[in-house]
Each structure stands twice: as C-alpha cells, then as structure tokens.
C-alpha cells in the first residue's frame, strides 16, 4: 500500500502544470521569468525522495541569505555540508558560478556598424566562402546598424534557394528589430540578380513597409565580390 505521502508528494511534482516545471519554464517563457530558484533547481537537476531540486534549491539559497553574491562566494566545501548537495551538484553549481564570473569579465567586442555593403559582405564572409550551395541569411541590425542576430533562414540547390517571408519577418520582429540586411549566395559567382531575385526582393521590402522595418539592402554573395540591391537602385 502507497503512503499518502508518496501520493501527496507524487501530485505535487509529477503532476505540476508542465509552464512551472524550472526547464519547460525556462523554454516556454524564456530565461528571464524563472526565478533563481529555478536556475539552481535546473543545475541540481535532482532532489531526494524527501523534497524537490527546487525545494533543495531553495534550502541553498536561503543558505546564502538569498543573495547571489554570497552564493558565489561559497566553495565546494561549503555546498556539500548542505544536506541533499553531493560532490557532483556542487562541481555543476562551482561550474555555473565560474562560467558566469568569466563572462564578466570577457570584454565585449565593438561590433561593426552595418552602413555598408563592404561591411555585410565581410561580416558574413566565414558564414558563405567556399559554401557550395545557395543559402539565405537575415541580419538584424538596431538602432545604429550594428548586428544584433545573423540567422540562416534557408538552404537549397546549387542555383536556387527557397525563403518564406513570414518567417523572415517573425525573426526580425522577435529580435525587435528596426533595419535589417538580406544576404544569399551564388556558388556560381554569378553577380547578376536573377528574376526571382528580383521579385523575392520586392516582397521583402513591401511586407517591410507595412511592418515599418527598413530594408537596407540585399546582397547578392560571391566569392569575388557581391552585388547590392540598394547600391544599383532595386531597393
């Protein structure tokens, strides 16, 4: 016969709405609206047969008097005198901390303003030499035309490529974006536009208009060089 508090505990953790799990949480919402909690439950990834990794999780906290600075003071040591924590939580945890110290200190590079379509070409050079088939890449740019996301939208043949605008435009409009530059490949080394260049093009910068996103150019990539849409009028 099951304990009613193995049934009590089995209702409160394996039947949870799957938005409070800490993981489905975290991709449902997004990494901002989990708690701190959460974060450290997703780390410990376990708890015991007595309480959740979030309850651990907020056991570890409160430890550190709930203040993530104090938490990252804390050693190995330290984590494994709290029961629940073993030598492997705390390596995640001590893990998790470090990575999390390096990146404050790693300075962030400048990022080149997009104001030019020398400046994309370079951008995405070590993305398109030498790819052998067609490829279709949007960058998202912000306010200053500096790249706030590169994305390959699709992959096709050796002389065409597919590109659904409305994904296109989903991308742009998830990143908040306020210009963007379109870029797909010739393995050919063709730099004429094709037709369905041409047409492709003037969707992009229609359904742009109605979403007052600036479309600052479509470049067309080669290994020799590229072709710009905006620098020959087509825009």
Not at 181 to 193: D, E, F, I, T
Request: aromatic fraction near 6%; proline fraction near 4%; glycine fraction near 8%.
């Amino acid at each position: 016969m099951k304990s009613s508090f193995t049934s009590e505990r089995r209702s409160g953790i394996l039947q949870w709405a799957s938005q409070d799990r800490p993981r489905e949480k975290l991709l449902d919402k997004g990494r901002g609206h989990v708690t701190d909690a959460e974060l450290l439950a997703i780390l410990i990834g376990t708890g015991s047969r007595s309480e959740t990794a979030l309850d651990l999780a907020r056991r570890m906290l409160a430890a550190a008097g709930g203040d993530l600075n104090q938490l990252a003071r804390m050693s190995y040591g330290d984590f494994c005198k709290i029961k629940g924590i073993g030598p492997a939580k705390a390596v995640s945890i001590l893990a998790a901390i470090e990575l999390g110290r390096r990146r404050k200190d790693t300075p962030v590079p400048e990022m080149e303003s997009m104001n030019s379509p020398m400046a994309v070409y370079q951008f995405l050079k070590a993305d398109l030499a030498d790819v052998p088939v067609e490829q279709f890449w949007l960058v998202i740019l912000d306010n200053s035309l500096k790249p706030i996301r590169k994305i390959k939208l699709s992959e096709g043949g050796i002389a065409s490529v597919l590109v659904d605008v409305r994904v296109l435009f989903g991308e742009a409009l998830k990143s908040l974006a306020t210009a963007i530059v379109v870029v797909h490949n010739h393995p050919s080394g063709k730099l004429q536009p094709s037709e369905e260049d041409l047409k492709l093009t003037r969707r992009i910068v229609s359904a742009a208009d109605v979403l007052q996103i600036r479309v600052l150019d479509h470049l067309i990539w080669t290994n020799q060089g590229f072709y710009s849409f905006a620098d020959n009028g087509q825009l």
